[in-house]
């Protein structure tokens, strides 16, 4: 009996000692840790992965180093089923924008959040109604009038096909009656640009894709489709800040987007593994290029992880069944 | 004049001890990277990114810029040495570039080809110096329709211009079209043509096509011939360089002509691809050699390499000035930017001039330092087509299999660019053309996007592409180069008839 106590004590001194020194027993990347974006380059995605690369090197964050590749064929399948496949190993993380509801729907691609394993939410991405600053339309009720009047020729550009641009655009025509002809461009910068040149009449942007055309007082922010406004106070064009943007819901368009800009990893991940990568997130969070990065495209910066962020994708992804069926937009 | 200015500011700023050499390293980087096929200017800028987080936002981007011509002039040196363009752009350059090296003129070839280059980006970056303000403004005019009308004339001046049976021709683009339609449908977000195969997601990649059809079936072509590669008499000569330097002033027209196309290219959206093969196929059409293209003409090499580096390098100005990237390479430099918190758009020119100028400088010293690094090495690059080809080529197949594999990780595209090298052969075997292919593969998606996007904007009227004086202007052209043989043949009849020789 005593030899085992005594057996017992070391164990005891050994875990102490373990308790101590936590970072030599917690799990570690062994090699370079790839970043996968299911978009193409320059969208938001991409410039959110590219960026928290940056943050991890400048600051030596990880011993080894992360790496971002864009997947972005079939509209993002190609990264997500990437992941999917490679169960069980821990270096392949994925960032997500809403086609991680909207590709399996649109496309019948087999997978699903559910084949992943979720790492943290890192931000909510705002949409914001964009029109041409030399149009007179100077809020979104003087707009919708102007589009139900022209009798559904007014365009509306946005990213991709059957994603969240044209879920939005959808949902504007059935909440107001006008009708918008939608043309998919690839990437957000492309949209802009189209709005700009004034081949379209208006545009759902996120905020960091048309910020710098906003800047140029090329383009004026019409509303943005959030419960409440934007927290970003500094000016940004003339006088004017992401604050002064009403929502749409008070311009007489109630409704609401707000786009998961989270990372997910492969099947099969430890707690370990998954705490891993939490804390590193953590610690991107607390630097300064994340924080102007937030500012900068008005980010939404709640943080989640575990059962909370979990739930939230699920009754997101019921939220996209229920607006992907609505529009028609489901694969046959 | 305060554009001239703002450059010589920018100069100062560049011309710092460390600047050039990390420009200098930059340049070697890029040859490097842009020798291995697959690799690519995009990766190795990715790869190397974070190298420069240390340094200043002028130096990193003028290291980063200075990968970039690096690897443009790297990707010539294999399309020339081994028939492996390792960028869309470098594959008009095959065409002359790698008869000449079969000829045992492989330094000529590559002279032209790297002073093309440098004469081609050095024009952009005078232009670019000059209407800055300007070209934003033009590049904007470019809706749907326009792009359309662009690719059209794409394709209209280069099947306009070939010589080989058009029935040929147009099978070998239907191929190329049909290959390019696989994957997802961008403007339905509907897949097609992958029969349930979840590695057909992703369609077929450029890159794997080309290096299969080149690459893999010209290694097949010499096997059957005999081993040995026909370069080997290639005669190393040091002064390669001056000799060939003594001719190409003869092509200036091509020179100018192709400099224009490029950059106008480069700054409409369409980029560097459509602008080499309608070099291409504008110089075989007009010049007095044109019988010769594809034979291993030294112009068949300017044109399109000239072209495609005034693209590449106009292509930037959109990029700064309205943050959309014309190229792989340009997105992550974008992404470059992002990171020092400059943010691309119409303000950066005014909020952050010192950086915008020196990066303008940097492209100037940037390309001279270049161009005397690849020259100096020609006689080098010459030598390799002296190994033996039982060395050679096993090293050539393993380059083109990791180039395969790098594009996508993924070990399916292996076996499909294997796949590919024994369609090119059968292909050359026929008599079949692959240029179209190749060139419906690159363009075939974008141009039907396009197309598609503007019925979506009209309603259906094809009045869409006649609707203003650009896109009219164009589109105009486009059928003129499609019917050019046809339309030649009249005019020569007309001034033939009043000598009483109408037939």
């Known amino acids: 009996m005593t030899r085992h106590l005594q057996y017992l004590g070391l164990a005891a001194l050994a875990l102490s000692a373990v308790a101590v020194s936590p970072a030599q027993s917690a799990w570690e990347p062994t090699k370079p840790v790839e970043f996968i974006v299911p978009a193409g380059t320059g969208g938001g995605a991409d410039q959110m992965a590219r960026t928290i690369q940056g943050i991890v090197t400048k600051h030596n964050l990880m011993k080894q180093s992360m790496v971002v590749i864009n997947k972005a064929g079939g509209a993002g399948g190609e990264g997500f089923l990437d992941v999917k496949n490679s169960k069980g190993d821990p270096h392949k993380i994925i960032i997500t924008l809403s086609n991680l509801f909207t590709t399996p729907m649109a496309t019948g691609i087999p997978f699903s959040y559910k084949d992943l394993t979720p790492v943290a939410m890192l931000a909510l991405d705002e949409f914001i109604l964009w029109v041409n600053a030399d149009k007179p339309y100077k809020s979104a009720k003087e707009y919708v009038d102007a589009a139900k009047a022209a009798g559904g020729t007014f365009k509306m550009a946005g990213t991709g096909s059957k994603q969240e641009d044209q879920i939005i655009t959808e949902a504007m025509q059935k909440a107001t009656g006008a009708k918008f002809i939608y043309i998919p461009e690839r990437g957000g910068g492309a949209v802009a640009v189209q709005l700009v040149g004034g081949h379209v009449d208006s545009t759902v942007n996120n905020p960091i894709e048309a910020v710098a055309h906003w800047k140029g007082g090329k383009v004026r922010p019409l509303c943005v489709f959030d419960s409440k406004k934007l927290d970003y106070k500094d000016k940004i064009a003339g006088d004017m800040s992401w604050n002064d943007v009403p929502t749409c819901k008070s311009a007489g368009l109630d409704i609401e987007y707000l786009m998961l800009r989270g990372v997910f990893m492969t099947p099969g991940a430890t707690p370990e593994q998954v705490n891993y990568y939490v804390d590193l997130f953590k610690k991107v969070r607390e630097t300064e290029e994340w924080k102007k990065l937030m500012s900068e495209g008005a980010f939404n910066t709640t943080f989640m992880t575990g059962a909370d962020y979990l739930k939230w994708v699920g009754t997101e992804e019921k939220r996209h069944e229920d607006l992907m069926k609505a529009a028609g937009f489901m694969a046959k | 004049m305060e554009e001239i200015g703002n450059l010589f500011h920018g100069f100062a700023t560049v011309i710092q001890p460390f600047n050039i050499m990390v420009m200098l390293v930059g340049i070697l980087l890029g040859v490097i990277i842009g020798v291995l096929p697959g690799l690519g200017g995009a990766n190795g800028v990715a790869i190397l990114l ?454």
Request: hydrophobic share 55%; proline share 5%; net charge positive.
């Open chain 2, 50 to 503: 974070p190298l420069t987080f240390s340094m200043s936002p002028t130096s990193a981007i003028i290291m980063l810029s200075c990968i970039y011509w690096g690897a443009l002039f790297g990707g010539a040196i294999t399309s020339i040495l081994f028939n492996i363009p390792g960028e869309p752009w470098s594959v008009a350059t095959t065409f002359d570039g790698y008869p000449m090296a079969q000829k045992g003129k492989a330094g000529e070839a590559l002279t032209a080809a790297f002073t093309s280059s440098f004469v081609g980006a050095f024009f952009a970056v005078v232009v670019i110096t000059l209407v800055a303000p300007l070209v934003a403004k033009f590049a904007l005019q470019f809706g749907p329709a326009e792009k359309f009308a662009v690719y059209f004339l794409a394709f209209c001046s280069f099947i306009g211009m070939s010589k080989e049976p058009p029935f040929k021709t147009l099978a070998a683009m239907m191929i190329g079209f049909a290959l390019g339609a696989v994957g997802l449908d961008q403007v339905t977000g509907q897949l097609r043509l992958t029969f349930g195969f979840e590695t057909m997601l992703t369609g077929f990649d450029f890159l794997i096509a080309v290096i299969g059809l080149f690459g893999i079936g010209e290694i097949l072509l010499t096997m059957e011939e005999g081993l040995s590669f026909k370069g080997r008499a290639a005669v190393i000569n040091s002064k390669v360089v001056w000799e060939t330097w003594k001719e190409l002033p003869r092509y200036w027209v091509t020179s100018i002509r192709s400099c224009i196309i490029g950059c106008w290219m480069g700054i409409t959206p369409a980029g560097a691809t459509p602008a080499s093969f309608m070099s291409y196929g504008i110089a075989k059409r007009i010049s007095k050699n044109g019988a010769n293209f594809g034979k291993g003409e030294i112009e068949g090499v300017i044109a399109p390499e000239t072209a495609a580096h005034a693209a590449g390098t106009s292509a930037l100005l959109p990029m700064l000035a309205l943050g959309v990237p014309g190229s792989p390479t340009a997105a992550v430099l974008l992404g470059g930017l992002l990171i020092w918190g400059l943010q691309p758009g119409p303000m950066l020119f005014v909020e952050q001039k010192e950086f915008v100028w020196g990066l303008i400088a940097s492209m100037y010293l940037g390309n001279v330092v270049g161009l005397v690094v690849v020259l100096t090495c020609v006689p080098l690059f010459a030598a390799i087509l002296r190994i033996p080809f039982s060395i050679i080529a096993p090293i050539i197949l393993v380059l083109c299999a990791i180039g395969a594999y790098s594009v996508h990780n993924s070990t399916f595209d292996v076996v499909l660019m294997l796949v590919f090298g024994v369609v090119g052969y059968v292909m050359k075997k026929c008599n079949y053309p692959m240029a179209p292919m190749v060139l419906a593969i690159v363009l075939g998606d974008k141009a039907e996007e396009s197309f598609r996007q503007s019925l979506l904007a009209s309603q259906g009227s094809l009045k869409i592409f006649f609707a203003n004086g650009l896109v009219g202007t164009i589109m105009a052209l486009g059928l003129i180069a499609l019917f050019w043989s046809v339309i030649s043949k009249g005019v020569s009849r007309l001034r033939s008839a009043p000598a009483g020789r109408s037939a």
